[in-house]
T-cell receptor
Framework: AQSVAQPEDQVNVAEGNPLTVKCTYS??????LFWYVQYPNRGLQFLLK??????LVKGSYGFEAEFNKSQTSFHLKKPSALVSDSALYFC???????????FGTGTRLQVFP | EAGVVQSPRYKIIEKKQPVAFWCNPI?????LYWYLQNLGQGPELLIR????????DSQLPKDRFSAERLKGVDSTLKIQPAELGDSAVYLC????????????FGPGTRLTVL
């Protein structure tokens, strides 16, 4: 069965510092991996995805994520955090031979000035 | 390009009343999804449509929930009768068909059942 784990309910970081939001997954076969961000009272907004190829994926707003097959991880990163990055972040996985997208429970990112 | 449109944005009803949510997907997206999002949780799939066909409704509580996607474009999700535990955000999403394609989400409808 597919599953996604986001081990941190909240991540706090100072503005200008690098940030990492962790995600690990379990899926049969090769995974499709996604990161979404949700601002208050808004729907989920797509940030980036890994399908195949280069393990480092670049997405919107300066975010990137690194796919690590041996550790079954897909951590979201940004070199320099902004206060406006404060939001709820969701990791999601979809197996190669399934059509169902499974979301993690979300990690709240708080960037302090 | 217009995004996924949902209405209403907020709905407050009393238990046992019916309620309906409407979704208009992004033009050209033939796959449409309805998700349930409880507070502090990730979205959970209720039903997925490929054009007008419901291809995955295994998580839809069919005793009280129903959905339709006539003509393969707009979709309506209905609850009848609503229960207190149905209070949540109902999200609609759309995408091109196929696993690699990302889903685009609407703003959601926040339902409160009193």
């Amino acid at each position: 069965a597919q599953s996604v784990a986001q081990p941190e309910d909240q991540v706090n970081v100072a503005e200008g510092n690098p940030l990492t939001v962790k995600c690990t997954y379990s899926v049969s076969g090769n995974p499709y991996l996604f990161w979404y961000v949700q601002y208050p009272n808004r729907g989920l907004q797509f940030l980036l995805k890994y399908i195949t190829g280069d393990n480092l994926v670049k997405g919107s707003y300066g975010f990137e994520a690194e796919f690590n097959k041996s550790q079954t991880s897909f951590h979201l990163k940004k070199p320099s955090a902004l206060v406006s990055d404060s939001a709820l972040y969701f990791c999601a996985v979809r197996g190669y031979n399934t059509d169902k997208l499974i979301f993690g429970t979300g990690t709240r990112l708080q960037v302090f000035p | 390009e217009a995004g996924v449109v949902q209405s209403p944005r907020y709905k407050i009803i009393e238990k046992k009343q019916p309620v309906a949510f409407w979704c208009n997907p992004i033009s050209g997206h033939n796959t449409l999804y309805w998700y349930l999002q409880n507070l502090g949780q990730g979205p959970e799939l209720l039903i997925r449509y490929e054009n007008e066909e419901a291809v995955d409704d295994s998580q839809l509580p069919k005793d009280r929930f129903s959905a339709e996607r006539l003509k393969g474009v707009d979709s309506t999700l209905k609850i009848q009768p609503a229960e207190l535990g149905d209070s949540a955000v109902y999200l609609c999403a759309s995408s091109f068909t196929g696993a690699p394609h990302e889903q685009f989400f609407g703003p959601g409808t926040r339902l409160t059942v009193l």
